[in-house]
Structure formats: C-alpha cells, structure tokens
C-alpha cells in the first residue's frame, strides 16, 4: 500500500488551471503537516506549498499569488489548486507529508513522499 497517492496532473496550456489531490493511507497518521514539492528536470526537488494540521501555509516565492494548498485533516487528504500556470511551473509535484506510523516500524516525526504526478505547460 502506498503511503501517499496523488492525482491530476496532465498537459495544459500556459495560462490554464490545474488540481492536484493527494491522499494518505490509513498507515499514516497525526500528521502535523502536509504539502507539494516538485522537481523539473535537470533540477533539484523544491517545495511548493505547505500547511499544518492548524491550517497555516508557506509558499515558495515563485508560485504566490498563484498557487494554493489546501487540506482536509478528518480524511487526511491535500490539495494544491494552480492557476496562471507557466512553462517554468513544468514538473513531477510530488506529495509529502510528516506525520507517524506503525507500520511496518514504529516511528513518529517522519517524512513521507507519493510517486509523483507530472505537470506540463506548454502550448
């Protein structure tokens, strides 16, 4: 079973809009925060977007204004709405959240990441 699983990326033009859905496993759990990273080609993983389980956000300068993340705790579910999308916005979002489990080791305060979605921008 995969600890995250994300959805919604696809190809979109410049300008457009797009969803991403992440959800954790029921082997995740009190996970103080989750969020979005992504990594372009050629370039390191960054992050995008965070929040805390008390709702407040952090977000890299270039996505401001333009992105935004959003979270369900009773389900353990993130979303990342991104509008006014870019070409330099093209990447695999990958899903991240820091939270405990049991599974199949007990451990608290630990970092877990989804396969990735890709988002292309390009007319």
């Known amino acids: 079973q995969e600890d995250l699983v994300e959805s919604g990326g696809e190809l979109v033009q410049p300008g457009g809009s797009l969803r991403l859905s992440c959800a954790a496993s029921g082997n995740i759990f009190s996970i103080a925060a989750m969020g979005w990273y992504r990594q372009a080609p050629g370039k390191q993983r960054e992050l995008v977007a965070t929040?805390?389980?008390?709702?407040?956000?952090n977000y890299a300068d270039s996505v401001k204004g333009r992105f935004t993340v959003t979270r369900n705790n009773f389900n353990n579910t993130t979303w990342l709405q991104m509008n006014r999308l870019k070409p330099d916005d093209t990447a695999v979002y990958y899903c991240?959240?820091?939270?405990?489990?049991?599974?199949?080791?007990?451990?608290?305060?630990?970092?877990?990441w989804g396969k990735g979605t890709l988002v292309t921008v390009s007319s």
């Open positions: 929040i805390t389980s008390g709702g407040r956000t």
């Open positions: 991240w959240a820091n939270g405990a489990t049991m599974t199949p080791v007990e451990r608290y305060g630990a970092d877990f």
